[in-house]
Nanobody, 124 residues
Framework: QVQLVESGGGLVQAGGSLRLSCAAS????????MGWFRQAPGKEREFVSA????????YYADFVKDRSIISRDNAKNTVYLQMNSLKPEDTAVYYCARSVTRWAGRTVGEFDYWGQGTQVTVSS
């Protein structure tokens, strides 16, 4: 079993930045891809970003591309998502998840363990 705990969310003004963290416990995540998803009220969970097991490759949804950086520290069993130039439409609960493989998927079905989420609220 893997437990994932997100942190770093909060209330921020438009144009501000947040750094989300996802700390894993129970088992290592160093040999798995990791991802971030988000879900706004009344909407489906959507892909935000993903990173392969080594960190060599990263992927972003178009709506966060050039505004966000995903990274990982395998020694700390932690994944990060730095988000800049935040917009009100970025308001959502952000979830981290472990991929079923070393690689980085983009769909919910390609991830097997999920955290409880952290709320990000961007005010205009």
């Amino acid at each position: 079993q893997v437990q994932l705990v997100e942190s770093g969310g909060g209330l921020v003004q438009a144009g501000g930045s947040l750094r989300l963290s996802c700390a894993a416990s129970g088992r290592t995540i160093s040999t798995y891809g990791m991802g971030w998803f988000r879900q706004a009220p009344g909407k489906e969970r959507e892909f935000v970003s993903a990173i392969t097991w080594s960190g060599a490759s990263t992927y972003y949804a178009d709506f966060v591309k050039d505004r966000s950086i995903i990274s990982r520290d395998n020694a700390k069993n932690t994944v990060y998502l730095q988000m800049n130039s935040l917009k009100p439409e970025d308001t959502a609960v952000y979830y981290c998840a472990r991929s079923v493989t070393r690689w980085a998927g983009r769909t919910v079905g390609e991830f097997d363990y999920w955290g409880q989420g952290t709320q990000v609220t961007v005010s205009s």
